[in-house]
């Protein structure tokens, strides 16, 4: 069946790394995705790995995906307050466009 | 490039009244998602269009809640009537065929409160 599940809440200070985990049940993922949402907004997608990767960064952001363990994480690298919002991850399914999305981590960046 | 365009942006009815909801795509998008985020919870799919054709609609609610795209472009989701657990925020989405690794664009989404 098709599950995404990650932690509900992560706290970290100003300039710490913060790490996002998700583990998911399809093994016929063919990508995986992080989104944001800050309160009031609609998700912006914050970066994606196609699921023949393992590692993918981009700028703060790096991407992990242990494909034997269906878990995939995000680090943020020199987190700012600016960084606080609700991180979704999300998988899309072998020929489909159908994304199926964890429950989101609620990440709060602190001075 | 303009993002996705929903209106209204809260809602709020009394139950068993009706409510629909309006997206804009992103220009040259062919499909289309509507979504529904329940407070604490991820979005899940209602609907995907593909131009005016219906994709998935499989986890739509069809006896309260329906969703046109007459010309392949904006969208109209409603609800008729309303329950209490329909309350929620109503994301549209689009996306491009030409480059599904990019996923969806997403809106601002509609927070409808249903009293």
């Known amino acids: 069946g098709e599950d995404v599940e990650q932690s509900l809440f992560l706290s970290v200070r100003e300039g710490d790394s913060s790490v996002i985990n998700c583990t998911y049940t399809?093994?016929?993922?063919?990508?995986l995705y992080w989104y944001k949402q800050e309160p009031g907004a609609g998700l912006q997608l914050l970066t994606y790995i196609f699921s023949n990767m393992d590692m993918k960064q981009d700028q703060r952001l790096t991407v992990l995906l242990n494909k034997k363990d269906k878990h995939l994480s995000l680090r943020i690298a020199d987190t700012q307050t600016g960084d606080s919002a609700i991180y979704f991850c999300?998988?899309?399914?072998?020929?489909?466009?159908?994304?199926?999305f964890g429950t989101g981590t609620r990440l709060q960046v602190f001075p | 490039e303009a993002g996705v365009a929903q209106s209204p942006r809260y809602k709020i009815i009394e139950k068993r009244q009706s409510v629909a909801f309006w997206c804009n795509p992103i220009s040259g998008h062919a499909t289309l998602y509507w979504y529904q985020q329940i407070l604490g919870q991820g979005p899940k799919l209602l609907i995907q269009?593909?131009?005016?054709?219906?994709?998935?609609d499989s986890q739509l609610p069809k006896d309260r809640f329906s969703a046109e795209r007459l010309k392949g472009v904006d969208s109209t989701l409603k609800i008729q009537p309303a329950k209490l657990e329909d309350s929620a925020v109503y994301l549209c989405a689009s996306s491009s065929r030409d480059r599904p690794q990019e996923t969806q664009y997403f809106g601002p989404g509609t927070r409808l409160l249903v009293l």
């Open positions: 999300a998988e899309s399914l072998d020929n489909t466009d159908k994304l199926i």
């Open positions: 269009f593909q131009n005016n054709g219906v994709v998935d």
């Open positions: 399809d093994s016929s993922s063919t990508y």
